[in-house]
């Protein structure tokens, strides 16, 4: 853990003396807390995090979580772990923080009610920001993060390819949503990245959609859009179905999609900058019939957080590094009619990219 806070502390400007990291209560949990203290299990809500340019890091647990604390600090000598609760908490905050000046906080995902009580607590402190830093260091993921993101995304890649396997009649987007989340579990994900997005029919035309009782019936259009945790890393896939008769238009949609897909990955590399990637895939759909039809960016990067750090949209001026971790996720949408996307996560290699997700990315047509 000490390279991980040196590097955020070197990265910080203006230089602090400190980082307080807050947690306040679920879902206002920091996960850069869990950046600089890598601990797998434990919610660690109301926790603090205080870490030093020398590469010490001070966890303030309660003693609720002080086994998953413990463990996840054995045998690392730069971390501290402190059960203190109230006044003598505050004490030993005092005692490490007294005579900073500079404390740099993360303003991104601090509380205010908890940002009050560090501005309280330390009158003569000046805070600055930490976000952008945490951000920068977050997006480069090392070994250990790329190898939890593999696993996430080979929870959720061999669910996607039991979908088809999953689809009857009658059935409701809350089920198969329910299936997809039970399988993942069952296949070893400590849960969902996030609330899976199941949509049948016009309903698979809303890239946010939020499934519901609407039973699947012949001729519909499916997007199943869901993702696992892997010792709190996500994954975030997306695969796009036919129920029933072919519908060919949505099929042709279908293959513009994958080659919208196809165009984005072939540009991705060290170097290429987010927005030109987006413009790779925005042309293809642009060339098409359905140009104004792929209404959101390409994607985003992808680690501690679904959403972590950076989006690929024709905004973006970040250029790709070697480590990232991001989704590629075109989509085209007809309203009223049915939409498809296609989303796999990759992280960007040394010459191009690897794929982390692997379920078959072509248009499966399923008998009804
Ligand atoms: N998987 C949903 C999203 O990336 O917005
Ligand atoms: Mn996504």
């Given at each position: 853990m000490k390279d991980r806070v040196r590097r955020v502390m070197e990265s910080l400007s203006p230089k602090a003396d400190a980082l307080v990291l807050a947690n306040s209560v679920e879902p206002h949990l920091d996960m850069s807390f869990f950046y600089l203290f890598d601990a797998p299990s434990g919610l660690f809500e109301g926790s603090h995090a205080v870490a030093f340019p020398d590469g010490r890091l001070h966890v303030f647990s309660s003693p609720l979580e002080e086994e998953s604390a413990r463990q996840a600090a054995k045998g690392d000598s730069s971390v501290e772990v402190h059960t203190e609760t109230g006044d003598e908490k505050q004490k030993v905050l005092k005692g490490l923080l007294?005579?900073?000046?500079n404390v740099a906080l993360n303003f991104h995902e601090l509380t205010h009610e908890s940002y009050l009580a560090i501005a309280k607590a330390f009158p003569k402190a000046s805070f600055s920001d930490a976000s952008e830093a945490l951000r920068r260091v977050r997006r480069i993921k090392d070994k250990k993060e790329v190898e939890r993101l593999e696993r996430a995304a080979g929870f959720a890649s061999k669910v996607a390819t039991e979908i088809p396997s999953m689809?009857?009649?009658?059935?409701t987007e809350l089920e198969l949503a329910a299936e997809i989340e039970h399988r993942m579990m069952l296949g070893g994900a400590a849960g969902r990245s996030f609330a899976t997005i199941v949509g049948f029919g016009p309903k698979s035309a809303e890239p946010h959609y939020a499934p519901a009782d609407r039973p699947l019936t012949p001729g519909v259009s499916i997007v199943c859009d869901f993702g696992a945790l892997c010792e709190r890393y996500a994954s975030d896939i997306t695969r796009s179905f036919r129920f029933g008769p072919r519908d060919d238009e949505l099929k042709r949609v279908h293959e513009t999609v994958a080659r919208a897909q196809a165009a984005a990955l072939e540009v991705?590399?060290?170097?290429?900058i987010a927005k030109d990637v987006h413009g790779a895939a925005q042309a293809v759909v642009d060339a098409s019939p359905w140009k104004g039809r792929f209404t959101h960016g390409l994607g985003h990067s992808i680690g501690l957080a679904v959403h972590d750090g950076f989006a690929m949209n024709h905004l973006i001026d970040v250029p790709l590094e070697e480590g990232m971790a991001i989704t590629v996720e075109p989509g085209i949408y007809l309203p009223g009619r049915g939409g498809v996307r296609i989303e796999d996560d990759i992280v960007v290699t040394r010459n191009g990219y690897r794929f982390l997700t692997t379920a078959p990315r072509e248009y499966i047509e399923v008998p009804a």
């Open positions: 007294g005579s900073s000046k689809l009857h009649r009658g059935m991705i590399r060290p170097g290429a």
